[in-house]
């Protein structure tokens, strides 16, 4: 199974951008589906995440900003990024749990600069 982000870019402050990560294939018994950032010279983190019950939960340096949704039906993953900030600049990579293993997209770039 391959994770395919897209739709980061560079956007100045304020700005919005729609980032997308679909699966190249179903993904059976799906415990959550999520969107993680890594800046230069800093650990990983968690953006936003959704459980298949439902629930989400966000940094809550995002919270408010962005949203996270996701189309099972077309194994994909959405992040909503509205009145983005210069410190939003980083690769932000999805990810999907399942019991048994957790997949991992290869990033996509977002830059966040007047």
């Not at 391959?2 to 739709?7: I, R």
């Not at 995440?49 to 340096?61: H, K, P, V």
């Not at 919270?63 to 039906?73: H, M």
């Amino acid at each position: 199974v391959q994770l395919v982000e897209s739709g980061g870019g560079l956007v100045q402050p304020g700005g919005s951008l729609r980032l997308s990560c679909a699966a190249s294939r179903r993904i059976p018994n799906i415990d959550a589906m999520g969107w993680y950032r890594q800046a230069p010279g800093k650990q990983r983190e968690l953006v936003a995440r959704t459980f298949s019950g439902g629930y989400t939960n966000y940094a809550d340096s995002v919270k408010g900003r962005f949203t996270i949704s996701r189309d099972n039906a077309k194994n994909t993953v959405y992040l909503q990024m509205n009145s983005l900030k210069p410190e939003d600049t980083a690769v932000y990579y999805c990810s999907v749990t399942t019991m048994n293993y957790n997949y991992w997209g290869q990033g996509t770039q977002v830059t966040v600069s007047s």
